[in-house]
C-alpha cells in the first residue's frame, strides 16, 4: 500500500508565503515524476509545477517566479514554496505521483488527499 499525505495549507494574506510538504509512505524504491495540481471551486484541476527523479522542474506561467518545487529523493518527499502569494492562488493543492516503484510491483497515477489553501485579500 503507498500513500500520499499532503500537509503546509492554511490560511494567509495576500503576498505572504506557505510552504507545502507531500511524504510518500510504503514499501517504496523510488518515484519517478512528482507534481502539484490545484483546484478552484467550479473549475478543473490543473498542474501548478512538477519535478523529475533528476530534479528537471516545470511550472505553470501563473506561478513562475513565485513558487518553487523541490524534492528529497531520500525521504521520499516533494514541497512546494509559495511565496508572493494571490487570492487566485487559493484552492485545493494536490500531491501526485506519476510512477512509484514498490517491492510489489509499480503504482501509477497515486494521488494524496489535497490541503486547502486559502489566500485573503
Known amino acids: 500500500q503507498v500513500q500520499l499525505v499532503e500537509s503546509g495549507g492554511g490560511l494567509v494574506q495576500a503576498g505572504g508565503s506557505l510552504r507545502l510538504s507531500c511524504a510518500a509512505s510504503g514499501r517504496i524504491r523510488s518515484i519517478n515524476a512528482m507534481g502539484w495540481y490545484r483546484q478552484a471551486p467550479g473549475k478543473q484541476r490543473e498542474l501548478v509545477a512538477a519535478?523529475?527523479?533528476?530534479?528537471?522542474?516545470n511550472y505553470a506561467d501563473s506561478v513562475k517566479g513565485r513558487f518553487t518545487i523541490s524534492r528529497d529523493n531520500a525521504k521520499n518527499t516533494v514541497y512546494l514554496q509559495m511565496n508572493s502569494l494571490k487570492p487566485e492562488d487559493t484552492a485545493v493543492y494536490y500531491c501526485?505521483?506519476?510512477?512509484?516503484?514498490?517491492?510489489?510491483?509499480?503504482?501509477?497515477?497515486?494521488w494524496g488527499q489535497g490541503t486547502q489553501v486559502t489566500v485573503s485579500s
Open positions: 519535478i523529475t527523479s533528476g530534479g528537471s522542474t
Open positions: 501526485n505521483a506519476d510512477r512509484i516503484s514498490t517491492y510489489w510491483g509499480p503504482v501509477n497515477d497515486c
